[in-house]
C-alpha cells in the first residue's frame, strides 16, 4: 500500500509537470472586443526553433500595430493576433493549429517556422479549408501534395535556394572556379534539399562531389565530419545547417584547421549578430549564405517596417524571420483587401487570388504556380567586416565587391 | 591512416568526457539500485549554471567546476534526503518514475530561469587545438579528458583506499552485512547519490563547452550515459570508463567510415551485440545483492 501511495504521487507529478508544460497563449495584445479579425498562429518560441520562432512572432506584431495603426484590415476591423508556442514541437503544432480554429474560432490563419513544423500545419489549414501562408517552410515535399490552400511568402523554396549564388560560381573565371566540394548537410527537409540544388549545379558545372553526408540534429559529431572534411581538401564546403550545428561547423573547421577557400552554409549566416558573436566577428569574413530580406532594400515598405521594428524592439538588427513573418501577413493582407472578405467559407477565392496575382512585399514582389511555389530568386549574402551584407543580385547589392572566399582570419 | 588515427583520438577525447558523465550513473545504481534517471538532468543544470557564471564575471568553465562540484554535491545530499530516502525500500521502478518527475521538474525550472533556447559557452579556447603532425587535439575536448581523468582518479582512490570508499563498497555488495558491521547504509547512500551527483556538475562545465543545451537536452543525455553503463556493466565504475570510451570510438568511427546519420544508431547495435553475447555488460558481474535481496 505504501508503495502504491509512492507510484500515485510520482506519477501524479508528472502529470502535473506535463500539463503544465503544455502552451501558454498569448494574445499578443490586440484589439479586444468582438470586432477584431482574429488571426491565429503558433509559432516555435521555446525549444530547438526558439529564435528564429520569436524573431516571427516580432514580424506579425509589427505589422498587427502597423495595420491597426492604418485602420484596421477590412471594413475597419483591427486585427488582433492570437499566437500559440508549439515547443518546436511537431504534435504541440498540430493541436495548436485545430484549436485555433476550432476553440479560439480565429478568422485567418498565418504559418509557422521552419519546414518541419509546417508540414503538418498546413495540412490543419488545407483539411479545414482555410487559406495559409507562410513564412519560412522552403521545402520542396511541402509543395508535392496538391494543395489549394498553402503559400510561401518568401522568394523560392529550398530546393532553389541557392541557385543564384551556384551560378555566380559556375560563371567564375576558370582559375577562380572550384574544383571540388563537399556537401555535410543535416537531415532536415529544408537544408537537404538547399544543398542537394546546388550540387546538382556544381555537379553539371563539373565540379566533383567529394563528401556527401548527412547527420542528425541530436547526434551531429561535427568534430569528425570536419576531420573526414580535412582529410579530402574540398575547395568549397556547402554545409545545409540550422543555427546550432551552423556555428558549431564553423568551430569544428577551425579546431580541425581546415580553411575550404569557399565556405556557404545556409540559415545561420543570416541570423546577424547571433551568428556573429557565436563564431567571432573575424571568422565570419566571406561566408555566403543565402538571404530573403535586406534591410537597406529599396522595395515598397521596407523603410517603415524597419522603423516600425526598431521602435518596437530596439535595437539596429532587424532579424530576417521577422522580415519574412511580416511579409507573409503582407501577402494575407493583399488577398483579404483584394477579394474583400474574411469568410471561412470564401478562402479559396483569397487561394486563387494568390495564384493568379502579383504581391509586392519588403521581399520585393512574389508570385506564385498553381501549388503555392514561389517564383523568385534569393538574395546572396556574405559577411564582409564583420557585417552581412548582400552582394547578389546586382540591383539589389548592398556592397560593390564580392570577396573570393573564406578568410576565418578577419578581414586586411 | 591519419584519417584513422584521428577519428580514434577523436574518440577516445569524447569517450573520456562521457566516461565523467556516466561515472556518477553508475555510482549511484551499484550502490543503491536506484536507475537514476534525472542524472541528465543534473547535468544540464550544471551546464546552465557554468553558462550563467561565464556570462556574468567571464569564469572559465574549468575552474568553474570547483565551484560546481561541492554546489552539487550539496544539492545531491538534499534532493537524495527530500525524495529518494522515503522510497529507498521500494523496488527500483518507484526509484525510476520519481527521479524521471524530479528530472521533468528540473527541466520545467531551467526553462524558466533560462528559457527554452539553446546555450553554449565559448571559452576562448574552445576553436583551437593542439596539434601533432597531422593530428589535430581539440582543446576543449583534450581539458574535459583530463578532468574526467582528475575525478575518475579521485573517485577510484575513494572508493578503494577511504574508510567511506570501503562502506560504500559494502554497502553495495551487502547491504545488511554493512548494517551488521556498524555501516549506516542511509547515510552511505545520501553520501553517494550526493557524490554522483557531484560528478554530474563537473560533467555539465565541461559538455556544456563540447554541446550546446537546452533544459530538454536531458532526454539525449540519459539515453547515451545508460547505454553506456549498460555496456560496461551497470554498477562498476571501470565498466563505465571502458563502455564510454568504447562508445565514443564507435561513435567517431561510424562518422568516418559509415556516415554521420548512423552516428546514433550504430553504437547502439555495437551496445546491443555486446548484450547479446554478455547480458551483464563488459565487466559487469552478478552481485551479490541481487541473490540478497531476492
Known amino acids: 500500500m505504501h508503495k502504491l501511495r509512492w507510484l500515485v504521487l510520482a506519477l501524479l507529478t508528472m502529470a502535473a509537470l506535463v500539463a503544465g508544460a503544455c502552451g501558454d497563449d498569448d494574445d499578443g495584445g490586440g484589439e479586444a472586443g468582438g470586432e477584431a479579425v482574429k488571426i491565429g498562429a503558433s509559432l516555435p518560441l521555446t525549444g530547438e526553433f526558439s529564435e528564429p520562432g520569436k524573431a516571427a512572432k516580432q514580424g506579425y506584431e509589427v505589422w498587427e500595430a502597423m495595420v491597426n495603426e492604418k485602420g484596421g484590415l477590412i471594413d475597419g476591423r483591427k486585427v488582433q493576433m492570437v499566437i500559440k508556442d508549439d515547443q518546436s514541437n511537431q504534435n504541440t503544432i498540430v493541436a495548436d493549429y485545430n484549436a485555433l480554429i476550432s476553440r479560439d474560432k480565429v478568422d485567418l490563419l498565418l504559418g509557422t517556422f521552419s519546414s518541419l513544423l509546417n508540414l503538418p500545419a498546413s495540412a490543419v489549414a488545407e483539411r479545414n479549408r482555410m487559406l495559409y501562408v507562410e513564412p519560412a517552410g522552403g521545402a520542396p515535399e511541402l509543395f508535392e501534395r496538391d494543395f489549394k490552400f498553402l503559400f510561401f511568402a518568401q522568394q523560392a523554396t529550398a530546393d532553389k535556394q541557392g541557385e543564384v549564388w551556384a551560378n555566380y560560381i559556375t560563371e567564375l573565371p576558370e582559375a577562380e572556379r572550384p574544383k571540388t566540394a563537399a556537401y555535410p548537410t543535416l537531415d532536415d527537409p529544408f537544408a537537404q534539399p538547399t544543398s542537394e540544388g546546388i550540387e546538382e549545379i556544381f555537379s553539371k558545372a563539373g565540379i566533383k562531389t567529394v563528401y556527401r553526408e548527412t547527420y542528425t540534429i541530436d547526434n551531429p559529431n561535427l568534430d569528425g565530419i570536419a576531420s573526414a572534411l580535412k582529410a579530402r581538401n574540398p575547395d568549397v564546403v556547402v554545409h545545409g545547417a540550422t543555427f546550432e550545428d551552423g556555428v558549431g561547423m564553423v568551430r569544428a573547421l577551425r579546431k580541425a584547421n581546415f580553411t575550404p577557400k569557399i565556405l556557404y552554409q545556409t540559415t545561420a549566416p543570416s541570423l546577424g549578430d547571433q551568428y556573429s558573436k557565436a563564431i567571432g566577428k573575424d571568422t565570419t569574413e566571406g561566408i555566403f549564405y543565402a538571404v530573403s530580406h535586406s534591410k537597406e532594400a529599396s522595395t515598397p515598405g521596407n523603410e517603415d517596417f524597419v522603423a516600425k521594428y526598431q521602435e518596437m524592439f530596439g535595437g539596429e538588427e532587424v532579424p530576417e524571420d521577422a522580415a519574412d513573418a511580416y511579409a507573409t501577413a503582407q501577402v494575407l493582407e493583399a488577398a483579404v483587401k483584394a477579394v474583400g472578405t474574411i469568410d471561412r467559407e470564401r478562402q479559396l477565392e483569397l487561394a486563387d487570388w494568390l495564384r493568379e496575382n502579383e504581391v509586392d512585399t519588403i521581399l520585393g514582389p512574389l508570385s506564385w504556380d498553381d501549388l503555392g511555389r514561389p517564383e523568385g530568386e534569393f538574395l546572396v549574402g556574405q559577411w564582409q567586416s564583420g557585417v552581412p551584407e548582400i552582394v547578389l543580385p546586382e540591383e539589389a547589392a548592398t556592397s560593390d565587391e564580392i570577396l573570393p572566399g573564406w578568410r576565418p582570419e578577419g578581414p586586411g | ?294
Not at chain 2, 560496461?232 to 562508445?247: H, R, T, W
Open chain 2, 1 to 294: 591512416m591519419t584519417e584513422f588515427l584521428q577519428a580514434l583520438i577523436l574518440g577516445l577525447l569524447i569517450g573520456g568526457v562521457y566516461a565523467l558523465l556516466a561515472s556518477g550513473l553508475t555510482l549511484i545504481f551499484g550502490v543503491m539500485n536506484v536507475i537514476n534517471i534525472a542524472h541528465g538532468a543534473f547535468l544540464i543544470l550544471a551546464a546552465f549554471v557554468t553558462w550563467s557564471l561565464w556570462r556574468a564575471i567571464g569564469l572559465d568553465p574549468l575552474l568553474a567546476i570547483l565551484l560546481l562540484t561541492p554546489a552539487m554535491f550539496a544539492f545531491g545530499w538534499l534532493l537524495y534526503n527530500a525524495t529518494i530516502r522515503p522510497i529507498r525500500k521500494a523496488p527500483p521502478a518507484a526509484s525510476v518514475l520519481l527521479t524521471f518527475g524530479v528530472a521533468l521538474f528540473l527541466e520545467g525550472i531551467m526553462g524558466v530561469i533560462w528559457g527554452n533556447t539553446s546555450h553554449s559557452v565559448r571559452p576562448s579556447y574552445a576553436n583551437d587545438s593542439f596539434n601533432i603532425g597531422e593530428l589535430f587535439l581539440p582543446k576543449a575536448q583534450v581539458y574535459g579528458g583530463l578532468v574526467a581523468i582528475v575525478v575518475l582518479a579521485s573517485l577510484y582512490l575513494v572508493l578503494t583506499r577511504s574508510w567511506l570508499g570501503r562502506a560504500i563498497r559494502a554497502s553495495a555488495v551487502n547491504p545488511q552485512g554493512a548494517e551488521l558491521v556498524g555501516v549506516n547504509v542511509a547515510s552511505v547512500a545520501a553520501l553517494t547519490f550526493a557524490i554522483g551527483v557531484a560528478s554530474a556538475g563537473a560533467g555539465g562545465a565541461i559538455a556544456s563547452v563540447l554541446y550546446p543545451f537546452l533544459p530538454g537536452s536531458h532526454y539525449q543525455w540519459i539515453a547515451r550515459l545508460l547505454g553506456i553503463i549498460v555496456l560496461g556493466g551497470m554498477g562498476s565504475l571501470p565498466g563505465a570508463v571502458i563502455g564510454a570510451l568504447c562508445l565514443g570510438v564507435a561513435e567517431l568511427m561510424t562518422v568516418t567510415y559509415i556516415g554521420p546519420e548512423w552516428a546514433t544508431g550504430v553504437p547502439y547495435a555495437f551496445v546491443f551485440i555486446v548484450l547479446l553475447l554478455r547480458p551483464q555488460g563488459i565487466l559487469g558481474t552478478r552481485l551479490r545483492q541481487d541473490v540478497a535481496t531476492a
